[in-house]
């Protein structure tokens, strides 16, 4: 066989093949269609209506934990600033303290 039989034998294979994954698919495509006319009782409305709950409960919890990270980073963050400022106050409090031993008399 030539190089060229090979590639067309393997092109129809590969035809072949995906004629069957089509069939396949459409096959699974009626079956949803008709569950879908299918009259939905009770049960599965309760189901459906949970799992759109627990669904919303989850995006809740998600919107949730971004916002606590938020607040944690801002927290942090301000945290950082307060710690920066007493720095400051400490340091200026002892240069003054120095200033006013220096200028105090001596005994």
């Known amino acids: 066989m030539t190089e060229k039989e090979i ?9 072949k093949r995906t004629d ?6 459409e096959w699974k495509m009626d079956n949803v269609e008709k569950e879908l ?3 939905v009782d009770i049960q599965d409305v309760c189901v459906m209506n949970l799992l759109k709950s627990v669904s919303e409960v989850r995006s809740d919890y998600m919107q949730l934990r971004r916002e ?5 980073a801002l927290q942090r963050e301000l945290s950082s600033r307060l710690r920066a400022q007493l720095r400051l106050v400490h340091g200026k409090f002892a240069r003054l303290r120095q200033r006013l031993a220096a200028a105090s008399p001596q005994r």
């Open 20 to 25: 069957e994954q089509l069939d396949l698919m």
């Open 37 to 39: 006319v299918e009259p």
């Open 68 to 72: 606590l990270v938020e607040v944690q």
């Open 7 to 15: 590639t067309m034998e393997d092109l129809e294979e590969t035809v």
